[in-house]
């Protein structure tokens, strides 16, 4: 049981919100595909809820996943990479706006390097952050693009300035969001701005979906809702100005692959339709109102 909320600190108020089901002595998969090398749906984590804050967060807390990380090489990752970039496309499209031939950007957690790619030509200069060293050669291999491999906290240590800095679906894979929340305001620039994406987990998708919500995963250590990224952003000086649907294009195939999770019956049926090549690769827009994107600016 963990006693103390690692936001508020405050004692003894934290609530398990979901028990966590078979994760006794199995390896935790890194991967940004994970569900496709492992079965999640019988391996959830235990999920706590603090009681005056109302962050929810995982027993994982504390547990350093930075050594998995630096190891990873995402195959299904890249076998998928062409509906990633249609993804990231429509991301773009949010966010282009916000960039300028002057500025100077970091992605925290750039992967593959698809968005960092789509954002290069459009800014004066960009840096990728990314521990994953199979991923950071291939965003340097092939798309030309200025990767670091460290650690986001001892980075943003060294007080780099930037006039904008974004994160995909990062922040709930921090140890110490908070700190490295108050870390990225001390390193933007006066106007600067913070972009980030996550999922919201007082959607109404994840509470018709329960402790079965995809998105509760080992490797995801923090449950953030509007109103908790809200107080977190606020508390390390960053104002939250807008808030938008995050919309994905996915295949077919990666879809089935999600259902096989979260119904297993579904398994034979999946089989059976993705011999038919024209289906596996058909794109699907993806809209459950449960991925949000956060527009925020330095006060």
């Not at 968005?115 to 050669?137: D, M, R």
């Not at 921090?174 to 933007?188: C, G, Q």
Request: aromatic share 14%.
């Amino acid at each position: 049981m963990i006693n103390t909320c690692p936001f508020c600190k405050s004692v003894s108020s934290s609530e398990i919100l979901y028990r966590g089901v078979g994760g006794d002595n199995k390896e935790i998969n890194v991967e940004c595909t994970s569900h496709n090398s492992q079965d999640i749906e019988q391996w959830k984590p235990t999920l706590y809820k603090c009681k005056l804050c109302k962050l929810v967060f995982s027993e994982s807390i504390g547990v350093d996943f930075a050594e998995k990380y630096i190891d990873v090489i995402d195959q299904s990752y890249l076998d998928q990479i062409e509906f990633k970039k249609k993804t990231f496309e429509l991301f773009f499209r949010k966010i282009k706006k916000f960039l300028n031939k002057d500025h100077k950007i970091l992605e925290i957690g750039a992967y593959y390097g698809i968005l960092g790619n789509l954002i290069n030509p459009h800014v004066k200069e960009y840096h990728g952050l990314e521990l994953s060293t199979h991923a950071a050669n291939y965003a340097k291999k092939n798309f030309n693009l200025n990767m670091i491999t460290e650690k986001p906290e001892e980075y943003l240590e060294k007080n780099n300035k930037y006039d904008l800095i974004i994160m995909t679906d990062v922040i709930e894979h921090l140890d110490n969001p908070f700190k490295v929340l108050s870390l990225i305001e001390k390193n933007l620039n006066e106007g600067g701005q913070l972009i980030l994406s996550t999922f919201n987990f007082d959607s109404m998708f994840s509470k018709i979906m329960g402790k079965k919500y995809p998105w509760i995963i080992p490797m995801h250590k923090y449950y953030f809702t509007n109103t908790t990224i809200k107080n977190c952003l606020n508390k390390s000086n960053l104002e939250l100005f807008d808030i938008q649907n995050d919309v994905r294009l996915i295949s077919v195939e990666y879809l089935f692959q999600k259902f096989n999770v979260i119904f297993s019956p579904f398994k034979f049926i999946s089989r059976v339709l993705l011999k038919f090549k024209f289906i596996k690769n058909l794109t699907i827009k993806i809209n459950l109102y449960d991925l949000k994107i956060y527009f925020c600016k330095k006060r």
